[in-house]
């Protein structure tokens, strides 16, 4: 299996051995309070207690921070400098030429920047400590149907290829001298000659996949054999329950604090 | 039911993997041409249009929950049921026989930008303070500055790019569909919805 797609790090620790859907449940329970929390500062809160021990737990820690500030940055700056600033109306904190730092706006941007960390970082949380694979596997093995697993798996060997692929078109046309800086006019034209070669060149292949696996069985009826093995610790089945009724605690608090 | 499970072909199930692996190597590559425009949909737009709304709608949601899990767009994933929905659409429109005529392509495009844009401004301004950390900003910033809420400022952003994006991927995918050949073209469950019979 390809790596490129996948941000998984490997590593002993105890949440790498959890089984794939006891983290799923985890990382559903940090998006709950992400989403459902109130601001300012309840977001932040739980963000330090929850996700950053857990991320601690997987050894990943470092990598979740700098992954997950690298992403929430560009919002959190926009959402300063434009709630914050050109919030209408509202109490101004102190002027900057025209423009004036408002109490509202700035709450406004706490509260989403908070929000933005939470999610983003459940998201990587999972990604980072979960083999796609072992999720694959999990999922067909608790009846997800096999195709869909099918689309999941191929997808994370396709994209990366294709990605390839597509920084190849990239330099063929420029080679033969299209233009792909300059004025607007001229990079949209260059549009249809790096799309269309993609597209096309990439759906030739579809109908002959299509036919090799359905030759190996792929519309077979009836149970599949998986080649991994994946454990599951005889308390986990408990565990999601009560990470499920913590996350309509979660949302409950959310809804009588806001 | 059953018409569900004859969209869902195998040549369906074998697309949509190569559906969402283009829409995620046009949407990174269009990025290097800087233009303010997407295209990360043309994958979902050619499935839903080939093979019917719910195979769309599943390459829409796809693409976004992958693009969110494999850190390389973590920022797209709350995006996913706006992604389902295009899809959806695109199917929709496909069945009504929309994907005949160019002009008629153009403007499913332009009504799906306007969904999309309705869609995804109550998340970006609930989830991500109504901005979109892009260049893009600069329109809600003006948007913001001539005195509208959080909300309607982020469907104003929306409104003024969606369509126009929507309507570009659509006529692309329609370019495309032109492009393959009847043969293979022909193999999808919804095909005599591009092609005259």
């Keep these: ?258 | 039911m059953d018409r569900i499970k004859k969209d869902f072909s195998t040549l369906t199930l074998v697309m949509i993997p190569v559906a969402i692996a283009i829409n995620i190597a046009v949407g990174q590559s269009i990025y290097t041409l800087k233009i303010p425009l997407y295209l990360d949909s043309i994958g979902t737009v050619l499935v839903g249009v080939l093979a019917g709304p719910w195979a769309g709608a599943v390459t829409g949601l796809l693409t976004n929950l992958f693009w969110g899990l494999s850190g390389l767009n973590v920022q797209s994933a709350p995006f996913a049921t706006v992604a389902a929905v295009i899809g959806a659409l695109a199917g929709l429109f496909s069945d009504a026989g929309w994907l005949r005529a160019w002009w008629k392509v153009i403007l499913a495009g332009l009504i799906t930008g306007l969904v999309a844009a309705a869609l995804s401004a109550p998340i970006s301004a609930y989830v991500y303070g109504g901005v979109t950390g892009a260049g893009t900003d600069v329109g809600v910033a003006i948007f913001r500055g001539m005195g509208l809420n959080v909300l309607p400022a982020s469907f104003a952003q929306g409104v003024s790019s969606d369509p126009l994006d929507k309507a570009t991927t659509f006529l692309i995918v329609w370019l495309i569909v032109q492009a393959l050949p009847l043969r293979f073209v022909m193999r999808f469950p919804r095909a005599n919805n591009v092609k005259a019979a």
Aim: glycine residues 8%; aromatic residues 10%.
């Design chain 1, 1 to 258: 299996m390809s790596e490129a797609l996948s941000i998984y790090v490997a590593r002993e620790s105890w949440v790498h051995r959890l089984y794939p859907l006891t983290k799923l449940t985890l990382a559903g329970f940090m998006l709950m309070g992400g989403l459902a929390l109130p601001g300012p500062w309840a977001l932040y809160i739980f963000w330090a207690l929850v996700t950053l021990p857990l991320a601690f737990l997987g050894h990943i820690l470092n990598r979740l921070v700098l992954a997950t500030l690298r992403v929430a940055f560009p919002f959190a700056l926009s959402v300063f400098l434009i709630q914050g600033f050109l919030w209408p109306g509202g109490t101004p904190l102190f002027a900057v030429g025209p423009l004036s730092l408002k109490q509202e706006g700035l709450a406004f941007a706490i509260a989403s920047t908070g929000r933005i960390l939470m999610v983003v970082s459940s998201f990587l949380w999972f990604s980072l400590t979960t083999r796609p694979d072992h999720l694959m596997g999990t999922l067909s093995q608790r009846g997800f149907p096999t195709g869909l697993s099918y689309m999941i798996v191929a997808t994370l060997q396709i994209a990366p290829r294709f990605q390839a692929r597509a920084s190849a078109i990239l330099d063929a046309q420029r080679s033969r001298g299209l233009e792909t800086e300059g004025s607007l006019r001229r990079r949209l034209k260059a549009l249809l000659p790096l799309v269309v070669p993609l597209v096309l060149s990439s759906l030739i292949d579809v109908e002959e996949r299509a036919l090799a696996i359905e030759t190996r069985g792929f519309n077979r009826p009836g149970e599949k054999t998986s080649l991994i093995a994946i454990p599951e610790a005889p308390w986990e089945p408990a565990a999601r329950i009560g990470i499920l009724i913590c996350a309509v605690l979660v949302v409950g608090l959310g809804l009588w604090l806001g």
